[in-house]
């Protein structure tokens, strides 16, 4: 059973970082495209950031040039390095992998912006 565990979330002034990891098992993850995803209260879960077993990277437009989603294949762990954070950017952010069809997340961890 796949199994993913999400850390690194935390208050952070605006101008701050942060970076979170998702460590995932049970799963093939080499094979597996794995992406991070961001809940604020009263909205929607909308994707921040994907990246392929190939490597292969996408954004959304929000984040772009100031998040980076990396993989170590080696761990089983993807991370998401958030710089130069914003207010807008609070969220629960959410863990997702996909695998051979099935999607899968994570708890969350929460992600606080002071203004």
């Known amino acids: 059973q796949v199994h993913l565990v999400e850390s690194g979330g935390g208050l952070v002034q605006a101008g701050g970082s942060l970076r979170l990891s998702c460590a995932a098992s049970?799963?093939?993850?080499?094979?597996?495209?794995m992406g991070w995803y961001r809940q604020a209260p009263g909205k929607r879960r909308d994707l921040v950031a994907i990246v392929t077993p190939s490597g292969t990277k996408s954004y959304a437009d929000s984040v772009k040039g100031r998040f980076t989603i990396s993989r170590d294949n080696a761990k089983n762990t993807v991370y998401l390095q958030m710089n130069s954070l914003k207010p807008e950017d609070t969220a629960v952010y959410y863990c997702?992998?996909?695998?051979?069809?099935?999607?899968?997340w994570g708890q969350g961890t929460q992600v606080t912006v002071s203004s």
């Open positions: 049970g799963s093939i993850f080499s094979v597996s495209t």
């Open positions: 997702n992998l996909i695998q051979y069809g099935s999607g899968y």
